[in-house]
């Protein structure tokens, strides 16, 4: 191409843009070839009437990345271009933000807490908007929810974090605001949010009201003593009635209806007067930057090229970039390459101050080298370790096996970093003859474990094999040469297929837990006889108004962990919520009950269920299994045994082809010849044949259909 033609493209191409777009950032990676090429083209004199640009290179602080940064005579003050965020800002709003100037007095750290789709996320919306952190558009809808998961399923799974910039009575204040999920699965992460808060935003539906997990964040946040600013939400709504709400609250937590204030996240309705009591009622944190530096880790991510990312909230002193920092936890010493505030997106500092809240970057390899609930402190100054957080009990375990064993080492990989962003998952190694090397993984519900399934094949690409839910059960050992290799008397079993026989066993014990049911009044002769079914026992019933009842109920937890909650919301037509919490074991006559398909045993299905029901948990997954399993050319027979005994059978016919059709008649041996020759055939392929099951369905055959 010669060089009049290059110029004209370069013409034609470039006017268009430059004339609407009032600078243009090239991030140049190889400067001497792609320098050279920009200012060949810019020396013309076509170029330089057209575009009326100026050019000036400017070096990214440590960054080998160089900018050409092109702009009209008439602009004053030059965009930055920011590669990491893909966001514009301008220098001066970098340099604006000293937070030096913030101390203690002027910070308030807080988190908005409440039952699941009560609009914590929208509200939060807002408060950014409100506090300029981001632009005012319709398409700000939960802004702070940016995983593919929660964005597809619509709920919060992860607590995220923003600080806000706030003027109040002349005076600026940093507002550290923390959204939490509220789903019961995810109650670790408002555990975790809380002990970095002084103070909570109870958010409250105007027309649902209390519901189950709103009590049981509340009391999260009563037991942390932290102050509590009751938000009714939705009152836009046409079957709004926040006066219902507020005699609610009143009622069962004992805050004055006067303190609760009514808004509308969607519309902003009121919304600044919650800004406004964040600041009047919420404590500011207590610390000084006098002190030694001293931060708790209570969130933490993994990137490819910057290692682990680490939220902390500074208890203490102060960080600067380039300081050395040790970790309490492996005793490992660190330099700073990087800090800042999230608002919501990473947004550089030169310093953390004491009481603040925000991300740092230490060159952190490893995954294992950022445990949450860590304490971060300066190399010559040490100091006592923070006490963290109490570690997640598991509810529901799941056997994760890679699609082929040559996938083993990424998913491994991919579960490190998985779990040090999920710090509730617990995780051990376990393997199986049919299935090869993987995981036993702990999860706080069956929500949980979907969730964590799809974010490994979204954001790591892993296809893996999860084998049926169970819930952690124990077993007292009669046999004196068990007890010496469990090195205890009492073990805890996991895994089904390590249940141990009756005969070497004395008492065998449940997990329960405690239920708490909301519903309205209408709906509770359903519910009663739901609970009855799933062997509840009734502890407490109470009238909170005229309308709504609460209900708790004593469950065994493996009655309630796959679809439990499914059916309460279908018979209460989505009114009912529940929340349940630990309640110890208990004795029980359990038995193991295996699954085979023409007689080979599916390890991954195998279950423990209670003597009682196993005849009729046997026979529907059985049922569901026929459903679930595609039909091949041969017969297949689904069967339920307890030990030797086939308590249950299902029956897949085969694909049959007519063998008879070419047949007009004639004696009647020269068909059953063909009728004997096709079952010989089939006879053989079965004996070949290989079943598969399909993913989904370890999940589909222990969904029950009882309504």
Not at 135 to 160: M, S
Request: aromatic share 8%; charged share 25%; proline share 4%.
């Amino acid at each position: 191409m010669h060089g009049a033609e290059f110029r004209t493209i370069f013409l034609k191409k470039t006017y268009f843009l430059i004339r609407f777009i009032p600078a243009v950032v090239i991030l140049v990676q190889y400067r001497n070839m792609t320098l050279c090429l920009v200012k060949r083209c810019s020396e013309t004199p076509q170029i330089r009437r057209v575009l009326q640009y100026k050019m000036s290179l400017r070096n990214i602080q440590n960054d080998k990345t160089t900018h050409i940064l092109f702009r009209h005579r008439w602009m004053k003050r030059l965009p930055v271009f920011s590669s990491s965020h893909l966001m514009f800002s301008t220098q001066a709003d970098k340099d604006a933000i000293d937070l030096s100037k913030f101390s203690a007095d002027k910070i308030r750290n807080f988190c908005i807490i409440a039952h699941i789709d009560h609009g914590k996320s929208t509200l939060a919306d807002r408060l950014l908007e409100m506090t300029g952190a981001i632009a005012k558009t319709e398409k700000n809808k939960q802004v702070l929810d940016k995983l593919q998961v929660e964005r597809e399923r619509g709920i919060t799974v992860k607590a995220q974090t923003a600080s806000l910039f706030y003027s109040h009575q002349g005076q600026q204040y940093l507002l550290n605001l923390i959204d939490t999920p509220g789903h019961v699965d995810f109650s670790y992460e408002v555990s975790r949010s809380i002990s970095a808060c002084q103070g909570v935003l109870l958010i409250v539906d105007a027309n649902q009201g209390v519901q189950a997990q709103t009590v049981a964040n509340f009391y999260l946040a009563f037991e942390a003593q932290l102050a509590i600013i009751p938000v009714i939400n939705k009152i836009d709504l046409k079957n709004a009635d926040p006066e219902r709400v507020e005699s609610q609250i009143e009622k069962m937590f004992d805050i004055p209806r006067e303190e609760c204030i009514k808004i509308s996240a969607k519309n902003g309705t009121n919304v600044e007067k919650v800004l406004q009591a964040v600041v009047n009622r919420i404590p500011p944190p207590v610390a000084s930057i006098d002190d030694p530096f001293k931060a708790l880790v209570f969130d933490s991510n993994f990137n490819h090229y910057r290692g682990v990312v680490a939220n902390i909230a500074v208890f203490g002193g102060r960080v600067r970039k380039g300081d050395r920092i040790v970790s309490a936890y492996l005793g490992k010493s660190y330099e700073v390459n990087e800090l800042g505030l999230l608002r919501p997106d990473e947004h550089q500092t030169q310093a953390l101050f004491a009481g603040q809240v925000g991300y740092i970057i230490a060159g952190m390899k490893d995954v294992k080298e950022a445990q949450i609930g860590d304490t971060l402190y300066q190399q010559e100054r040490p100091v006592d370790a923070l006490p963290g957080f109490k570690p997640a009990r598991a509810m529901v375990f799941a056997g994760m096996f890679p699609m082929d064993q040559s996938e083993y080492q990424g998913l491994r990989s991919a579960i490190e970093r998985l779990t040090l962003n999920d710090s509730s998952v617990t995780v051990q190694r376990d393997s199986s003859l049919a299935l090869g090397a993987g995981w036993r993984l702990g999860f706080l519900g069956l929500l949980h474990m979907e969730v964590f399934n799809q974010r490994l094949e979204q954001e790591y690409n892993a296809s893996v094999i999860v084998t049926a839910p169970t819930v952690p059960y124990k077993a007292t050992l009669s046999s004196t040469k068990l007890i010496k290799v469990h090195g205890s008397e009492e073990i805890t079993i996991v895994n089904p297929a390590q249940f141990p026989d009756r005969s070497v066993v004395s008492e065998y014990m449940e997990p329960m837990v405690l239920g708490t049911i909301l519903t309205p009044e209408t709906y509770t002769g359903k519910i009663m006889s739901l609970c009855l079914d799933r062997r509840a026992v009734q502890k407490n019933i109470t009238y909170i108004d005229d309308q709504r009842v609460m209900m708790k109920y004593l469950f065994p937890l493996n009655e309630i962990v796959v679809d439990f909650y499914d059916l309460l919301k279908s018979l209460s037509s989505g009114y009912a919520s529940f929340d349940y919490e630990n309640a110890g074991h208990q004795a029980a006559d359990l038995i193991k009950m295996d699954i085979l398909l023409n007689g080979r045993p599916v390890e991954e299905l195998t279950t423990i269920v209670h003597r009682d029901r196993a005849y009729l948990a046997g026979k529907a997954m059985c049922v569901r299994l026929k459903d679930s399993i595609p039909r091949q050319m041969f017969e297949i027979a689904v069967q339920a045994a307890i030990g030797s005994k086939v308590i249950a059978r299902e029956t897949i016919k085969a694909y049959r082809k007519n063998v008879l059709a070419k047949c007009y008649g004639g004696d009647i041996t020269r068909k059953m010849k063909l009728l004997k020759k096709q079952a010989e055939g089939k006879k053989k392929m079965r004996l070949i044949g290989s079943v598969e099951v399909p993913k989904d369905a370890f999940i589909n055959v222990l969904k029950r259909t009882d309504k």
